[in-house]
């Protein structure tokens, strides 16, 4: 069986930078034309200026005949000013605005401590049409983990959307039941992001036969009944839910230690995945909506032209991938079977 789509977009990525960056963007480019790249490097990126260095070093990075784009983001902190968030705009190559509650997350100490803080720079973006992109927890340190997102949507959301009533705004990487439904039930310009991991697996994940660093991520996988509700919003046909890897790199030492970093690695598999999701539940007629047509229209940008093509021939993913430093990283699905593959790849 064979599926051709048009072209895809990732919505959320991180890509890093050096080694690593050269090491996994061919991933990407071969399914992707376009990506919303996460600005948590260290230190983060956060000026228009950063943005447009760290885009240059992308592009010098593309794999030969590729015609990847890079959708560059600001990582809002306390300072942010709503000047910076003009010339962000006025750039052309910064296309929304990434909020880290401080601490939520990987290299998140220099996100935003208190949102009052960042007003001028929210009401700029609401007035120039800057998406707002959130990780949504709390960083409360006594919210149980796996309530932190209900909570961050409590807490933070309903009386942020109250105030910025016209704000873009993606919760990103949505992995519970009472995230769907805030998203479903919200105004016009509130979406949301879903991975392939959150769709695919449950927390059991995280101890099948032993501790599985390699399916630790944030916000951290929830219950079946959550999972169940992401895969239905995202096979739902409704357009304000849409595909985002949240792909996110980090070397086996630093997932297999002591305190392991929060990240699954899905680029090698960026497409793949969610069509053995969709099909899984039946919409495989629906992928296609979710992961090339949704987004452009929520963000104002042109669709691609081109297409993809996929046959449903199974795979397997390597243990890991070789990084030009030596580094080794770990795919998603390593040493297991994938049901769709990339024609040509
Ligand atoms: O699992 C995650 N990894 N969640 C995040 O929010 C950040 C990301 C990363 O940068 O590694
Ligand atoms: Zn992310």
Redesign the pocket.
Same mark, same amino acid.
């Given at each position: 069986m064979r599926l051709t789509i048009s072209r895809p977009d990732d919505w959320h990525l *991180?890509l890093r930078d050096g080694p690593m960056l050269s090491g996994v963007l061919a991933h990407t480019t071969a399914r992707f034309a376009r990506a919303i790249v996460?600005p948590?490097l260290a230190p983060p990126v956060t000026t228009t200026a950063a943005a447009v260095a760290y885009r240059g070093r992308i592009l010098a990075c593309l794999p030969d005949g590729s015609d990847f784009e890079p959708l560059m983001t600001l990582y809002l902190t306390d300072s942010t000013s709503a000047e910076d968030i003009a010339e962000a705009s006025a750039s052309g190559k910064v296309f929304a605005v990434k909020l880290?509650p401080a601490g939520?997350?990987? *290299?998140?100490d220099q996100g935003v401590t208190s949102l009052e803080k960042c007003f001028p720079a929210l009401e700029a973006m609401q007035r120039l049409r800057m998406p707002l992109l959130v *990780?949504g927890e709390s960083t409360d340190p006594v919210v149980d983990i796996f309530d932190r997102e209900k909570r961050f949507i409590e807490e933070t959301l309903v009386p942020l959307l109250q105030r910025f009533d016209e704000l873009k705004l993606v919760l990103?990487?949505i992995t519970t039941a009472d995230a769907v439904d805030f998203v479903r039930d919200a105004r016009a310009g509130v979406a949301a992001t879903i991975t392939p991991q959150h769709i695919l697996l449950n927390r059991n994940a995280l101890f099948a036969g032993g501790l599985r660093p390699h399916h630790?991520?944030?916000?951290v996988l929830k219950a079946e009944r959550h999972r169940e509700a992401v895969l239905e919003a995202a096979v739902s046909g409704e357009p304000e839910f849409f595909l985002g890897t949240?792909s996110?790199? *980090?070397s086996r030492g630093r997932k297999e230690s002591d305190c392991g970093?929060?990240?699954?690695y899905s680029a090698h598999a960026g497409i793949e995945l969610y069509a053995e999701a969709f099909e899984e539940a039946g919409h495989l007629d629906r992928l296609e909506n979710f992961a090339s047509h949704f987004v452009p229209d929520f963000y104002g940008l042109p669709r691609n032209s081109g297409t993809l093509t996929l046959t449903r021939s199974p795979w397997t993913p390597p243990a890991s991938y070789k990084m030009p430093d030596g580094e080794e990283l770990v795919p998603f699905r390593s040493g297991e079977s994938i049901n769709w593959r990339l024609e040509g790849a």
């Open positions: *991180h996460m948590n880290y939520a997350t990987t *290299h998140s *990780h990103e990487h630790f991520c944030l916000p949240d996110a790199p *980090h970093c929060a990240g699954v």
